[in-house]
């Protein structure tokens, strides 16, 4: 009798399931370390809200923040770490397939690979700041954006690349927080897992927080449309300066409060899906 298929089927799945267990520890990593950093700008944006700092409510703020803390370089670490096990789950999903009945579509498939580059950036952006002792974080958000923006805009037809990426970028924010609202998401959990009592209060952070995201993509992206209108690459806001924008309409600080408390639960959100996601 030939045992040789069996065999080599039973080492196949072994490796799949391997595979499989690594990817979805990365995963649930990544979505943990997602919402301490969403957690942290959100609250830094409060604290601008109220005239409590002069903090960047960005990446780069939330890492001097946490920098500040006992054990502080190894929360640091582990938030590098965790963003470069977010990175290589989206690489599995664009080299596999995601979940889902339309997970090996090409759609899926592109959307997984722009994610897989945004979170090798900002896993690297993370890594370096602690591996530089705290003295490289890559700049601020908005110096990032004006310096990106400028230099896009040397190039033949860079400033229609400007406009483009500017509306791609509001269309984005609206995908977001549609997804959010509609509770798209929905498709994603695991809700055998949750109670009832328990998905209410994943919907609560996950179409507000979504929502808050979404929005500040959009404003983000509508700052660099104009600066390709006016041809002024200085129009371009980062995270930072497009959140202390909510404050200075005629809501005053009220919208950016509504605004950050949403980060803050989108963060909660992350947790939420790094527990209850199915990968």
């Given at each position: ?9 039973g ?90 009945q ?41 110096q ?26 509001v269309?984005?924010g ?66 930072d ?8 309409t ?30």
């Amino acid at each position: 009798m030939d045992t040789s298929a069996p065999a080599w089927t039973g080492r196949f799945r072994a490796r799949r399931a391997g595979r499989g267990s690594v990817t979805e520890g990365a995963a649930r990593a990544g979505l943990a370390a997602r919402g301490v950093i969403y957690l942290l700008v959100g609250a830094l944006a409060l604290q601008i809200a109220f005239g409590d700092t002069n903090a960047q409510a960005d990446r780069g703020g939330a890492l001097a923040e946490v920098s500040q803390k006992p054990f502080g370089a190894v929360l640091l670490w582990a938030l590098g770490i965790g963003l470069a096990g977010m990175a290589l789950w989206r690489l599995s999903e664009a080299l596999f397939g995601s979940v889902g009945q339309d997970g090996r579509s090409a759609r899926k498939r592109l959307l997984a690979t722009v994610r897989f580059a945004f979170y090798v950036f900002a896993a690297s952006s993370v890594l370096s700041f602690v591996a530089s002792g705290n003295r490289s974080g890559g700049g601020s958000s908005d110096q990032q954006s004006r310096d990106a923006t400028a230099r896009a805009m040397e190039i033949p037809a860079g400033r229609w690349l400007v406009g483009a990426a500017g509306i791609a970028i509001v269309v984005a924010g609206g995908w977001v927080g549609v997804r959010a609202v509609l509770r798209k998401y929905h498709a994603e959990l695991r809700p055998g897992r949750m109670s009832h009592r328990t998905l209410q209060l994943v919907d609560v952070t996950g179409v507000v927080g979504g929502a808050a995201r979404g929005l500040v993509f959009a404003v983000a992206g509508v700052f660099a449309v104009r600066a390709a209108i006016d041809y002024e690459p200085d129009r371009a806001k980062g995270l930072d300066d497009t959140l202390r924008t909510f404050a200075d309409t005629p809501l005053g600080p009220w919208l950016l409060v509504c605004v950050a408390a949403g980060l803050v639960m989108f963060g909660a959100f992350s947790f939420a899906m790094a527990r209850w996601r199915r990968i």
